[in-house]
């Protein structure tokens, strides 16, 4: 008996998707752009206050919604909980993307754009980031005039850290009249700007909100989408009824309330940042301006081999071989001690 599946053939037609690495437990993490000195004390706490029955019930929003919503100083109708980032970007192609229309991205960038529309069937236009890792401002303003169904921008961008400046999101936000606007801020706490503000002026403006960076809280996957009530009253329908888990709701509350606990890690983490620059630009090695928790470093011909030694001692970063060159790595800021551990076999290898 011989059976075929009805497989998409969107799905079938696709490169599949390579998984992060696993076992990363126990050695340097500057990977993936966690916060490696790990959550808060109160998420901590909440996590094991939960009991018995609450984990067998199915997860109430209404609450930790509103004190989410003060965090980012919304209304708890202009904020939608999602499981993780990802499925804040998922979400946008459930709403607007049908097979066969296109949507804009630049890259090098986030892979889930192009990934969530190759499975939606859709045609992707991409632009370049310039060898200096500028973004293509003028070509996008012109891209938008094809009325793509969505534009995503990464603000500040990954891998490239490129950060555009207020003033031409606001110019991008005038120009794409047909066109839904995703202003991907997973790393807007070391940035300083958010575009939340302008959610009321901008219907077409939706801003996706990860709390697996400056929080902490990446291994329980919580992200979240906000715009204006009308415009995300649309995106809600895309939604199922019990995305997020109530671990994720618990410390997550409990995280936005240690506020200190968050901002101290953010101006560490600058500090931090703007030493590990200098540090890497006084052996050698291309840094570029970064408004992000990471660095994008170019070490030239010596990358593959440091890079090699660095996984052989344990240590971790994002090699940027496929689509920047074999110099290039993401390093994620890290602490003082994990970053000197890095330096110290760059410094072996001289």
Known sequence: ???RLPVREAILKRQTYEAPAEGRWGKVRLDFNENTTGCG???LRALRGLNAKQLAMYPEYEAPTKVLARYF?????ELLLTNGGDDALRVFFD?????????LICEPTFPMY???AEIAGARVEALRYSKEMEFPFDEVLSALRKKPRVFFLANPNNPTCTFVDKGSVEKILKAATHTAVVLDEAYADFSGFTGIPWIHRYPNLFIARTFSKATGLAGLRLGAVIASQSSLALVRRAMPPFPVNAAALAASVAAV???????????????LRAWFARELARRDVRVFPSACNFLLADFGARGPAFFRRLAKNGILVRERAKDLGPGFARITIGTRSELKALLKILDQGA
């Open 1 to 3: 008996m011989r059976f």
């Open 41 to 43: 004390k109160a998420a």
């Open 73 to 77: 100083r919304v209304k708890p109708a």
């Open 95 to 103: 709403t607007f993307v049908e097979p066969r229309s296109h949507i």
């Open 114 to 116: 192009r990934y969530y």
């Open 257 to 271: 309330r240690e506020r200190h606990t968050i901002r101290r890690y953010i101006q560490a983490t600058k500090l």
